[in-house]
């Protein structure tokens, strides 16, 4: 079956613009994450969702960053002014209910601000 | 906060050879623990869990133990294989049975030489 998508794979934008990335998880997880992963890194942990809800937003940076899943299933991950040091691959991930600790990974976007 | 640890890399062996990847983590509670893996050109994808103290969790010929008295869960395998050459993240959670907030190590790159 298809896996978590995540679109775009590639995102090239300038200092101060705004962006959204989009993440389709993988139909009937119940939960979805946002990580942020810098070259030779782990994941860094952003949100995640239960459902609608953001349960966890904790690690967010500051206030430019946001993310909603109206719906519970597609989020959106949002940047707003955008700098030179939020260039990373952001990945999302989604999770089952019986099984919340697999976490299945899309394959990134790989954000690049000039 | 919860925090994981884990052994730089690059590490390089040959094939055959034994491996221990050490991770060690900070956590208020009880954690659970995971490694997970990231193959060339792949997502990452949980390889191995476990959920209490002296628990072992295995899979495809790798094995970690939970280690509550040092705060650690090394990744161990006897013999490895060239199949095997990936990025390894140890990781943790600080719930079992519902979604939570999953953190993971910085990772360690295996390489294995024919």
């Known amino acids: 079956g298809a896996g978590v998508s995540q679109t775009p794979s590639n995102k090239v934008t300038e200092k101060g613009k705004y962006v959204e990335l989009r993440c389709d998880p993988i139909?009937?997880?119940?939960?979805l994450y946002w990580y942020r992963q810098s070259l030779g890194q782990g994941p860094e942990f952003l949100i995640y969702?239960?459902?609608?809800?953001?349960?966890?937003d904790s690690g967010l940076p500051n206030d430019r960053f946001f993310a909603v899943r109206p719906e519970g299933s597609v989020s959106t991950l949002k940047i707003q002014r955008t700098e030179r040091g939020d260039s990373a691959v952001y990945l999302c991930?989604?999770?089952?209910?019986?099984?919340?600790?697999?976490?299945?990974f899309g394959s990134g976007t790989q954000l690049s601000v000039l | 906060g919860n925090s994981v640890t884990q052994m730089e890399g690059p590490v390089t062996l040959s094939e055959e050879a034994f491996l221990t990847i050490n991770c060690t983590y900070t956590?208020?509670?009880?954690?659970?623990l995971f490694w997970y893996v990231q193959y060339p050109g792949e997502g990452l994808q949980l390889l191995l869990k476990?959920?209490?103290?002296?628990d072992k969790g295995s899979n495809k010929g790798f094995e970690a133990t939970y280690r509550k008295e040092t705060t650690s869960f090394h990744l161990e395998k006897g013999s490895v294989q060239v199949s095997d050459s990936a990025v390894y993240f140890c990781?943790?959670?600080?719930?079992?049975?519902?979604?939570?907030?999953?953190?993971f190590g910085s990772g360690t790159r295996l390489s294995i030489r024919p």
């Open positions: 956590a208020t509670g009880y954690p659970s």
């Open positions: 990781a943790l959670s600080d719930r079992y049975s519902s979604a939570s907030k999953i953190i």
């Open positions: 991930a989604s999770t089952r209910q019986d099984a919340p600790e697999k976490l299945f």
């Open positions: 476990a959920t209490k103290a002296d």
């Open positions: 969702f239960q459902g609608t809800g953001a349960a966890d």
């Open positions: 139909s009937g997880h119940t939960a």
